[in-house]
T-cell receptor, first 111, second 112 residues
Framework: GQQVMQIPQYQHVQEGEDFTTYCNSS?????IQWYKQRPGGHPVFLIQ?????EVKKQKRLTFQFGEAKKNSSLHITATQTTDVGTYFC???????????FGKGTKLTVNP | NAGVMQNPRHLVRRRGQEARLRCSPM?????VYWYRQLPEEGLKFMVY????????ESGMPKERFSAEFPKEGPSILRIQQVVRGDSAAYFC??????????FGPGTRLTVT
């Protein structure tokens, strides 16, 4: 199946700075999901995007799905220490809807 | 409403032993997925089950690994004759439909 590439792999920011992670596919995706995993924790669903050009916001988080449905981004405005963790994009593949995950972007926030 | 439950949370096995990982899905959820996560890696799909049926096992290694989701009781992921390369975090997820998946806390398996 298709792979999704995430960049950057690591991101260190000062508290209050913005953060963006990108998810790219070589082929068109039917959907994209974003998950957050805190250190030592488990993935927690954040959102799903399905429409071309879709933009969704959750407080300081903004999610976008590209017009060609081949890329997506997660932007966090004014990061806080509670934003620390690894952010994964994933898509549900095939009839079983199994999730194919990117390798994630690990965010650290310096207070 | 209890979330997805997994036990044990940590499991240590010597090479050659068997590991049994259990997952109880959220109440009302009939779809169970197992994923494996190596350190600093994303999650890799292993198997998708519904009650008494394996729907998709395309991510399962051909040997030593098996999974079941019986009519009664939790889903079980079984690893026979464990090797060091099996050390990883194993996550179970459940869903009611095929949309949002809810993940359990995971079982961290260490093979010594």
């Amino acid at each position: 199946g298709q792979q999704v590439m995430q960049i950057p792999q690591y991101q260190h920011v000062q508290e209050g700075e913005d953060f963006t992670t990108y998810c790219n596919s070589s082929t068109t995706l039917s959907n994209i999901q974003w998950y957050k995993q805190r250190p030592g924790g488990h993935p927690v669903f954040l959102i799903q995007l399905v429409k071309s050009g879709e933009v969704k916001k959750q407080k300081r988080l903004t999610f976008q799905f590209g017009e060609a449905k081949k890329n997506s981004s997660l932007h966090i405005t004014a990061t806080q220490t509670t934003d620390v963790g690894t952010y994964f994009c994933a898509y549900a593949q095939g009839g079983s809807e199994k999730l194919v995950f990117g390798k994630g972007t690990k965010l650290t926030v310096n207070p | 409403n209890a979330g997805v439950m997994q036990n044990p949370r940590h499991l240590v096995r010597r090479r050659g032993q068997e590991a049994r990982l259990r997952c109880s899905p959220m109440k009302g959820h009939s779809h169970v997925y197992w994923y494996r996560q190596l350190p600093e890696e994303g999650l890799k799909f292993m198997v998708y089950l519904q009650k008494e049926n394996i729907i998709d096992e395309s991510g399962m290694p051909k040997e030593r690994f098996s999974a079941e989701f019986p009519k009664e009781g939790p889903s079980i992921l079984r690893i026979q004759q464990v090797v060091r390369g099996d050390s990883a975090a194993y996550f179970c997820a459940s869903s009611q439909t095929t949309y949002e998946q809810y993940f359990g806390p995971g079982t961290r398996l260490t093979v010594t």
